[in-house]
T-cell receptor, first 110, second 121 residues
């Protein structure tokens, strides 16, 4: 059972928009800690996708965006492409558990 | 370029020890907090431990506290994870990761390719 809750899977057709939710509590996201998102392509290491709730590292397309409100956060992907098929993880900090991750969401591009 | 390369994984029996290493290059290693994050087969990510830039502060997940020890040698640009009293549930790919400055909490901006540690009798 992960501290941050994500849907196990989402799917969308090429060109569509999908969102992935990440729900925490008042000891992590709701306490003001930033939320970050990672993309893990099959058989590879995770890659930082969004940091500080909504900022993108250099090289990440603007099709990816993040937001945070209250005890939740979300990742949106627009103009879905086949290469976006991957696992996505949200991550934050918890006042008692330190670094915490969501359970991950598998994105399938139909 | 900025790179982290882990090594030291392998197969070990329950109760035994294993030491992982992570060689850093392409950045000023001694300026960064560093982390270990693990991923059990087919499972999600779990933060394991971190160490401050100078080694003076260390923090551990409850699941490994008292059994694992994180350390670093800034003269060798290398991060270590000494794992003792290993359990079957410690079986995972272990990633080292660089801390991202400027966020509230923890985040990881550079990851190594990972090294697999298997605990099995």
């Amino acid at each position: 059972q992960s501290v941050l809750t994500q849907p196990p899977s989402v799917s969308g057709a090429p060109g569509q928009r999908v969102t992935i939710s990440c729900t925490g509590s008042n000891s992590n996201i709701g306490a003001g800690y930033d939320v970050h998102w990672y993309q893990q392509l099959p058989g590879t290491a995770p890659k930082l996708l969004i940091y500080g709730n909504s900022d993108r590292p250099s090289g990440v397309p603007d099709r990816f965006s993040g937001s945070k409100s209250g005890t939740s956060a979300s990742l949106a992907i627009t103009g879905l492409q086949a290469e976006d098929e991957a696992d996505y993880y949200c991550q934050s900090y918890d006042s008692s558990l330190r670094g915490v991750f969501g359970g991950g969401t598998k994105l399938t591009v139909l | 370029q900025v790179q982290l390369v882990e090594s030291g994984g392998g197969v070990v029996q329950p109760g035994r020890s294993l030491r992982l290493s992570c060689a850093a290059s392409g950045f000023t290693f001694s300026s960064y907090t560093m982390h270990w994050v693990r991923q059990a087969p087919g499972k999600g990510l779990e933060w394991v431990a971190d160490i401050s830039y100078d080694g003076s502060n260390k923090d551990y997940a409850d699941s490994v506290k008292g059994r694992f020890s994180i350390s670093r040698d800034n003269s060798k640009n290398t991060l270590y994870l000494q794992m003792s009293s290993l359990r079957v549930e410690d079986t995972a790919v272990y990633y080292c990761a660089r801390d991202l400055f400027g966020v509230v909490g923890k985040a990881f901006d550079i990851w190594g390719q990972g090294t697999m540690a298997t605990v099995s009798s």
